[in-house]
Structure formats: structure tokens, C-alpha cells
């Protein structure tokens, strides 16, 4: 065994044998009866009034004094007495995602927290205090309702922390119960790849491997522009009879089956993510990818559709918290490094402006090698990730490595089994 492979497997081998304390999500069907729908419709407009409310006040706040208010969900219930008929909990779930977005906008490239509108991922959040929150063969628990009808296709495993109802837009109920649960490490492959963001493809992997968007994609989208044509047209018409839109039932009826649509296409993209992901973890031990900007990378016209359908980011992030729940690796290339616009043969980098993004081949002029350019580029990430796994087995010691943990900007603590080094 070389001493680049033998390091390598230290490395990994420790994470394997960390047990991490990790946060799963189960997401449910919801069948709640009338009764049960009013509630939540209550508790959702609770939620999103306390939110509007807290954060508009904050604003008002900052501009008269350029100071911070500390405002609580508390300090509303005298003025508005109904804000009593829904959980304590729920509202106190509201100043904990306000003050989430606030860091997020702080700290990173997200946008300045905004007002919340009715229709529009509508949720509130609970939590379970001593089994207030519990899953049954049928049913699911909450606190203030008691049980509610669910589609439970997956047994929980863990300790519940809490639950997340939402309705969408075409009037479905979900609960996304959090659980804490211990990693199960998937078994070792040996097996190490990098991944080069697709122009054509979603992905090409460094074995040569190219994985494409799925097509029942394009077929879904194209009904999604039929139907959203239809409302164009309904909305006119509701518009030249002088009808409220949301008195016309011809217009709600199609806004429902544009909205079904738009879910379904989410679904099978949401599904295709996890799938992919998952085949990653499972048959490789070091996953290597770029550090994407992809908000600056949109601005590109010629990428934007290919980068918004491919919901690369959401894959990103998907790999992130696969590789802590199965004890693998990801390790995050900075996004400067050029991969596409280097010779995997023999280290020649191009200059500016010699690879357009049109070009899909080019030869490499220092050493003639005929290069792919997803492949290349792929190949490129993979070793740029191993060359840095190995550097940081160098410098720190194995102890150091298993006890390193990091922050991430959500709070979370992390063990080293997603590595970035932008
Ligand atoms: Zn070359």
C-alpha cells in the first residue's frame, strides 16, 4: 500500500469509528378532519402574524435608534388576546427562526428576512415535551390536537424533538417530525470520486460515470407551461367580467391544477436529488466536490436554466448531511480552483478565455492529450480533494482530526466528515 492510500484510509477510518449525534427529518402524509384543518389554519396565521409583526417592529425599531430590539412573541398576547389560542410553542418557534434568518442574513450571502404571505409555505413549528409529540401505526400526535389521520410509510427511529406542520398551495398537510438519532456508517468501498457539475448532464463523475436529468422532467414541465397558459387565459376573462379572482371559480379550480403540477415536478426532482445522493454515499468512501457560487454563477444566462433545474446547491447539501448520517467524507474544493480549464495528464492550465463554455473537448497543447471537459474537469476535483485530505492527515494528528469539530453557519455542530476549505 502506497502512503498516500494509507493515509487516506486513516483519515477516513477515524470518522468511521465516531458514532455522531445527528438530526433526521420524516415527512408525512397529514389527513386532518375539519376541526382539526381549522386549527391549523389558525396556527399558521398565529405564526406568520407573530413573524410579520416581530420583524416589522424590529425594523421600525433599528430605524429610530440604529439599535437591536429584543422583541418576544410574549409581549404580543396582551394587545392581541387570540394569539392564546394556539401553542406557547409555536410562537416561541417563530423568534427562533427569526433570529435564524437574521444570522443566516448576517453571516452569509441570504437575502434580508422577509414578510410572510398567506398561501405561501405555510407552517408552524411544535415541540415534544415528554411524548406531546408521538407517531402511532396511523396517526400522528401533536400537542393542543391530539391525533391526526397520517400516511405513515417509514417507522421513526430516535428521539422525537419536534414537528413541522405545512399545507402547499394545491391543499395538502405535511409534519416533518425531527428526530436525534445515531449515525449508521455504511460499509467502507475504498472507493474515492469527484464531481464535475454538468452542462449537458447533471453530473459527471471522475469514473467516467455521467448521470442525466431525468426526463419525465421536461415532460412534466411542458404540461406545467399548458396549464400556467390556461390560468393566463382564466384570469383575463375573470378580469373583463369585472370578478374578483378569488370569487372565480373557473380561475381557483385551474390555480389548483397548476399548483398540483408544480408539486408533483418538485417531488420527482426532490426524489431524483435524494436517489442520486444516496448511490454516491453508498458507493464511495471520499466524495469531492466544488464549492459552487451559485447565486453568482445564475447571473450567466447561458447556465442559469441548467444550474436552477439540476437544483445543484439542494444536491450539495443533500451530500453534506448523507456523509455525516453514513460516516463518509465530502470534501469541498474551492470554487476558484480551475478544474475545467486544467490537463488532467500533465497539470497544463489554459488561459483566459480559451475554453468557452461551448467547447465540450479540447486538446491539451502542452502534452496532446484529447481532454472531455466534464470528465477532465471531474477528474481535476478529485484529485484537488484527495491532494488537500492528505495535507490536512499530515498536519494534524489523528486525535486532533477526531476532535476537530466544526461550526457551521447554521449552528450546527459538525464532526470532520464534511471538510470545506474556501
Ligand atoms: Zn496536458
Not at 10 to 23: D, F, P, R, V
Not at 200 to 213: A, M, P
Not at 296 to 313: F, H, Q, T, Y
Request: hydrophobic content about 35%.
Amino acid at each position: 500500500m502506497s502512503y498516500e492510500a494509507f493515509a487516506l484510509q486513516q483519515a477516513t477510518g477515524i470518522i468511521y469509528s465516531m458514532s455522531a449525534c445527528i438530526l433526521k427529518a420524516y415527512k408525512y402524509r397529514l389527513y386532518p378532519n375539519t376541526e382539526q384543518q381549522e386549527f391549523f389554519a389558525k396556527s399558521f396565521g398565529c405564526a406568520r402574524f407573530v413573524w410579520n409583526k416581530m420583524l416589522h417592529d424590529k425594523i421600525e425599531h433599528y430605524e429610530k435608534t440604529k439599535t437591536t430590539l429584543k422583541n418576544t412573541p410574549a409581549q404580543y398576547k396582551k394587545e392581541f388576546e387570540w394569539l392564546k389560542e394556539v401553542g406557547s410553542l409555536a410562537l416561541a418557534n417563530v423568534q427562533l427562526d427569526l433570529q435564524k434568518a437574521f444570522q443566516s442574513f448576517f453571516k452569509s450571502s441570504f437575502g434580508f428576512p422577509k414578510f410572510k404571505r398567506k398561501g405561501i409555505k405555510d407552517s408552524y413549528t411544535t415541540n415534544n415535551q415528554k411524548g406531546t409529540v408521538a407517531v402511532t401505526s396511523r396517526s400522528i400526535k401533536l400537542p393542543k390536537i391530539g391525533l391526526i389521520k397520517a400516511k405513515i410509510d417509514r417507522e421513526i427511529n430516535g428521539l422525537i424533538k419536534s414537528a413541522t406542520v405545512s399545507k402547499t398551495p394545491a391543499g395538502r398537510y405535511f409534519v416533518s417530525v425531527l428526530v436525534e438519532t445515531i449515525a449508521q456508517p455504511l460499509p467502507k468501498t475504498n472507493s474515492s470520486v469527484g464531481i464535475d457539475l454538468g452542462i449537458t448532464d447533471f453530473i459527471v463523475l471522475s469514473d467516467k460515470t455521467e448521470v442525466v436529468n431525468p426526463k419525465f422532467l421536461a415532460k412534466y414541465e411542458k404540461k406545467l407551461a399548458r396549464e400556467q397558459k390556461i390560468l393566463a387565459k382564466r384570469r383575463e376573462v375573470a378580469k373583463a367580467a369585472n370578478r374578483k379572482l378569488s370569487e372565480s371559480r373557473n380561475y381557483q379550480k385551474q390555480r389548483l391544477k397548476v399548483a398540483k403540477v408544480y408539486e408533483k415536478i418538485a417531488n420527482c426532482r426532490k426524489n431524483f436529488l435524494h436517489k442520486t445522493s444516496f448511490n454516491l454515499i453508498k458507493n464511495h468512501d471520499v466524495i469531492v466536490i466544488e464549492d459552487l457560487n451559485v447565486k453568482g454563477m445564475v447571473k450567466n444566462r447561458r447556465l442559469a436554466k441548467a444550474i436552477s433545474d439540476s437544483s445543484w446547491s439542494e444536491f450539495a447539501t443533500m451530500l453534506t448531511y448523507k456523509a455525516d448520517w453514513y460516516g463518509k467524507q465530502l470534501v469541498k474544493i474551492d470554487r476558484w480552483f480551475p478544474s475545467s480549464k486544467t490537463c488532467s495528464g500533465c497539470g497544463h492550465v489554459l488561459g483566459r478565455g480559451e475554453l468557452t463554455l461551448a467547447i465540450r473537448q479540447w486538446q491539451c497543447p502542452s502534452c496532446n492529450a484529447v481532454l472531455d471537459r466534464d470528465y477532465n474537469a471531474s477528474i481535476n476535483i478529485l484529485n484537488e480533494g484527495l491532494r488537500y485530505l492528505l495535507s490536512i492527515t499530515k498536519t494534524l494528528g489523528a486525535r486532533e482530526l477526531a476532535q476537530s469539530i466544526c461550526i457551521t453557519s447554521d449552528g450546527v455542530q459538525r464532526t470532520p466528515s464534511s471538510l470545506c476549505i474556501t
